[in-house]
């Protein structure tokens, strides 16, 4: 009688979490490799078009964006698309200061691949298109890349 | 005695309660400063500049071209009649290709080939874009995706014919023979205001 009730005083052993934090890490390690770093803060809102013949975007390191959209904010509704290098919004005629920068940030080999991505919302007219590309040609940025979702 | 015993105690275990949170820490650092996105696009390439002065006029027979247009209501016409983007594939595909050697559609040349010896190529037809300063880009973008997806569909076939794989599958010394097969040749122009 005596053992029995003893038996009913043992305590339920702590769950062990000794290889939690392993558990964790593998998770960290996962998403370290498959993401990379933001590296501008967007300041105009847009929604690329979507397409079906994409192809991924080789050496991030050579890679320019060019972002373009409405501003965020105030004039959000009404803005005209806005141009955005870098972190802030600029015009047309930036961008060859742009490219000049990018390309002295690259080492030779990437300048040599280097390629320029367009992000553009669906709705921004062809013109303003046609001008970043104009400039585009203009400082030799030959490559190009219309960002785009898949379908 | 007492000494003796103290020593031979065991060493406690390093408390490593708070790794866990600390890599949960790091972990939450990371989903929300990097991005998921992987960039996916579509790659083009663009002419070198031109003196606009001396652009050079190239002449280029009518059977050749394939005139595409869109208007500032994304309307799409080929050759000077409407169409939608589904039929742009379909057009595209067969204008480039011809395969019966139609007099009204490119003309071809005789080239020698890696990998394929003598064959017929495609190397004289041009597809001449034509966008409207207000056109939207969505549109655009729609009308270039239609000319690649042509284009891989016949580098596809070709693939397939010859080597037995797709085209995603080749090597580069297979991809740039079929590439001189079917060359990309696009010619856009400037933006109607």
């Avoid at chain 2, 991809?175 to 001189?180: G, H, Q, T």
């Amino acid at each position: 009688m005596q053992r029995m009730i003893r038996r009913r005083d043992h305590e339920v052993p702590a769950l062990n979490t000794s290889s939690l934090p392993d558990l964790i890490f593998t998770v960290l390690f996962f998403f370290m490799i498959v993401t990379h770093m933001r590296d501008v803060e967007l300041k105009v809102r847009y929604e690329v078009p979507q397409g079906t013949e994409l192809q991924k975007l080789g050496h991030k390191s050579a890679v320019s964006y060019i972002y373009v959209g409405r501003a965020q904010g105030a004039a959000a509704a009404t803005g005209d698309m806005q141009i955005q290098l870098n972190d802030k919004l600029s015009t047309v005629d930036d961008i060859k200061h742009y490219l000049e920068q990018e390309r002295a940030r690259m080492t030779t080999e990437d300048q040599a691949r280097m390629t320029v991505s367009i992000k553009a919302d669906g709705n921004t007219p062809m013109g303003q298109i046609a001008d970043i590309k104009h400039a585009l040609q203009q400082s030799f940025a030959l490559k190009i890349n219309y960002s785009a979702t898949e379908k | 005695m007492l000494l003796n015993n103290r020593t031979r105690r065991k060493m406690p275990g390093l408390n490593t309660t708070s790794t866990a949170d600390i890599s949960f820490m790091l972990l939450i650092f990371f989903l929300v400063t990097s991005s998921m996105d992987t960039d996916k696009g579509l790659p083009r390439q663009l002419p070198p500049p031109q003196d606009e002065q001396h652009e050079q006029e190239l002449t280029v027979k009518e059977r050749n071209v394939l005139e595409l247009r869109l208007d500032d209501h994304n309307q799409l016409t080929i050759g000077g009649e409407a169409a939608s983007f589904d039929q742009l594939e379909q057009r595209v595909e067969t204008f480039v290709a011809n395969t019966a050697n139609d007099a009204a559609l490119p003309e071809k040349s005789t080239r020698e080939v890696n990998y394929f010896g003598q064959c017929q190529v495609s190397d004289r037809h041009v597809i001449s874009i034509q966008v409207d300063r207000h056109t939207s880009y969505d549109a655009y973008f729609q009308m270039q995706n239609a000319i690649v997806a042509a284009y891989n569909r016949l580098r596809n076939q070709l693939a397939q014919q010859h080597f037995g794989h797709s085209y995603a599958q080749c090597s580069a010394d297979e991809r740039e023979a079929i590439n001189m097969v079917y060359p990309q040749r696009i010619s856009e122009q400037q933006p109607t205001p």
